[in-house]
Structure formats: structure tokens, C-alpha cells
């Protein structure tokens, strides 16, 4: 059978006398039914899924055998697959009604009498492309990975370079089209597009070239990883994709606490990595931005220390996280943290989120659907008539009226703590910021200042986990 690779594994050879790829698949289904596919039964597994035409299924085998050997054939057998369906998807996309020039006028009109902050409702701070949900790593804090992935039922996501080219191209289409309409200027150096989703961008074959075309435009570009590839062909391919801000999030500062939460062996490699990138970054003009962040866990609850000691001169900032439990987290449980009246929510204006398959968000806690960017234009689902509703209800206080927002306490995260201050790290001072959510230490100074040593600064630390 044509569509298995040569033998490398003991089920192979029988596979591959099988007379069809629906007996072959379902055979390698049922051998490792009771046990992990290693990167080669998943590779033949995707050929196979290929040959019957399920490219959902092709899709999912070829991310996993990129997840478990990323210099492997995945990247290759995935940009293949997708070349072959790209025209298909193309003539089946359908284009509902656009907004014409006179429409996208009125639309202008009825932002002006509905709204009084007409300058939030145009804002643009940042748009996420999901480019990839899966990853290397299986972390015990990370809700997409470790307690939620399964051979059997879980489908990665991956989002190829041009479909990642058409929404960013549509989103700058859609500034101008405001901006001549409007008489508006949308500094695009102001406007993040975020290249990232829930898994590793690094893993993305393509992930260099949706930097670079993000910053054709003038965008910034800010890219979260976890440092575990970020050296060889992938750092140098980033030093070059003109890079504006990079976070890596390592989340511990000793062998024992990072193999307990992330991967066993590999902190030492990860340090290296970073402090390798960090060096390379400073001979450039301009340079990127570079934060080392920790999630404040029970994991790695006696690490925070040392990890702001060691960090704090390296890095551009430390993020200190609020530690979201994998189970979730109730309403009351959020709200516990502030008592004042219900505002704005912070995490509306200027936020889309948009994934494979161009399925939009138009906030960034999750819920306010925008619509679609594959089958719409950026500039429709950012003056739809739900989205002006959306923050004439927010203005008003009438929360309850807009079904996303109705139970939604994650407002509550961004609303900053204190002013700023600076905080001693060694003799040296720090820039301090603080919301309900995180904890910012710049290497800058900033005003008052606090220790170290007094840990009631940090995010809130849940008692009952483990």
C-alpha cells in the first residue's frame, strides 16, 4: 500500500498487506488502542486519513507526529495536504452581504448618536491568530494541554500561512477602509497581532513567515513560547521576522520544580536557550522586547524568589501570572477579590481573537462572538450592529442584556491594584505593576519602593490545590 511510509515499526508490515487504507487504518487504531502512537504509526495513520479523505482526521495525525518529533516528515506531509485542498477552500468560501460605502457611512452616524466614547469603540490594541493549539509539552497548570488531550477525541487545530495571510491582509483592508471613511489614523505600530493560539508557535512550520507578514504592514508582533525550540534554524528565524515583543514562559527556577510542572531534563536546556536569544537581541536595532514569565502556582510556590533574582537583570520584565486552575473557577470565586461597582469592561475594547477556520471573538475573555473573518470583512464585524449593542449596553451598566457578558467577572483582572512603585531586587531598583491578575517588574524604575522579601504582592495563590 502506497500510503505507508517504509517500515520502521513491528505493525507495519502487516498494515501495509491490507487491502484497503480503511483496513490498514482501522488496524493500526486497534494495535495501539491499549498505548501511545509513537511519531511514526501517527505519520502512516495521517497518509492514511489522507487517502480516504479525511482531512480533519489527516490534519489532527500530522500536528501529532509534529508534536512528538517537530524535525520530523509532520511539517513537510501537513503543508502538502494543505497545497492540495487550498483551491477547494477558496471556491467553497461563501461571502455574505458586505457593507458598502454609504452603509459603512451610516454605520459611522449610528456610532456617533449611540455611543460617548466613540474613541474606545474604534480602538485596536491586539488581534490573535490561532495559528496552533498543540504543543511539545504536556504542563500540569496548562488547561489546552495535560488534562485535556487524548488521542481518541481531541483534535488539534493548525492554521495555515495562508489562511493566516488572507485575515491579516483583511484586517489591514479593513483600518483603511475606516480610516478613509472616518477621517481616523490607526498607528499600526500601536496594533499587536499576536501569532499564537493555545499550543507552541514554534512548532508551526510557517511561524517565521506570519511574522514577517504581519510586520510588512508595520504591526507589532508579539510571540509566547516556551523556549524548549527557541534555538538553531527556529531563534535565528525569529532574530530575523522583525519581532517586536517575545514572552517565554518558564515558571520555575530549579530543575526539580521544572520537571515537576513541565518536562524532566530540559530547564537547563530552556535557560540556555533564553539567555543564548537575550544576547543575540541586544546587538539588534531595534530590539525586541523580552519577558521571562511565571504562572504563581502550588507547583513552583517556593521558587518566585529566585526566579525574580535570577531574571529580573536578564529580562526587559518579569510577569508574575495569577494562577488559573485547570478545573476552572467559579464566579464568586473571582469576584472575591473586588468589591467595587461593576465597570467598562477592560477586556472589550480593541481585542479580536481569530482561529482556524476563521471563527472570530471579539474580546479578550472569550465570549463575545464577532463573527467570521474567512467568510466576512474585517471592517463588517467590527461596525456590526451587535458589537455597537454590545458597548451601548456596557455603558449603560446594562450588563445583563448582552448574553456573553451576563456572567462574565474576568473584568475584574484588569483593573490595576495600585500605582506604580519600585521594588528592590539585590540593591537594585524595579518597576512594579500590579492588577488582580498579574504582577509586572520592569527593568526600569519606577516610585515607591517595596522588597522582595514581603510576598504580598504576588497574584493570589488558591490553598486547595496540590
Known sequence: MNSITAPSY???????????????????EQAYSDRSKPAPVWLDLGLLYQELGDREKAVNAFCRVIELDPEGEGQARLSALEEADAA??????????????QDIIERGKLIQARLA??????????????????????????????????????IRKYMPFEEAREYIHKVERGLRIMEQAYGIRY?????????????EPLIHPDFHAVIREITRFGYSTRLTTNGSMLHGERAQALLEANLNELHISIDAASEETY???????????????????IVQCRRMKPKPHITVSLCHSPFNRNDWKAFCEYWAPRADDVWIQRYMPVHGETRAE???RYTGPRLFCPRLPGCFAVNSGGDTI??????????????????????????IRTFECHEQGRFDEVDACRDCARWIDKIPLEDEKIIAIKGRAYRLKRT????????SIGKKIVSLDDPAFLPPLRQDEP
Open 88 to 101: 477547494a477552500r477558496a471556491a467553497a468560501d461563501a461571502q455574505p452581504q458586505a457593507l458598502g460605502p
Open 117 to 154: 466614547d466613540v474613541e474606545r469603540f474604534f480602538r485596536l490594541s491586539v488581534v490573535y491568530l490561532d495559528i496552533t493549539n498543540f504543543c511539545n509539552y504536556r504542563c500540569a497548570h496548562c488547561g489546552f494541554a495535560a488534562h485535556r488531550w487524548t488521542d481518541e477525541h481531541d
Open 362 to 387: 471579539g474580546c479578550q475573555c472569550g465570549f463575545v462572538q464577532a463573527g467570521n473573518l474567512r467568510a466576512q470583512n474585517f471592517e463588517d464585524m467590527f461596525l456590526s450592529l451587535e458589537r
Open 187 to 199: 498607528d499600526r505600530r500601536r496594533i499587536i497581532i499576536h501569532p499564537q493560539g493555545g499550543g
Open 334 to 336: 473571582h469576584e472575591g
Open 10 to 28: 513491528p505493525e507495519q508490515e502487516q498494515a501495509r498487506a491490507l487491502p484497503s487504507p480503511a483496513q490498514a487504518a482501522q488496524y493500526l
Open 259 to 277: 520537571a515537576a510542572i513541565r518536562q524532566k531534563g530540559m530547564y537547563d536546556r530552556v535557560v540556555r536557550n533564553v539567555e543564548n536569544f
Open 436 to 443: 488582580h491578575e498579574d504582577v509586572r517588574i520592569y527593568n
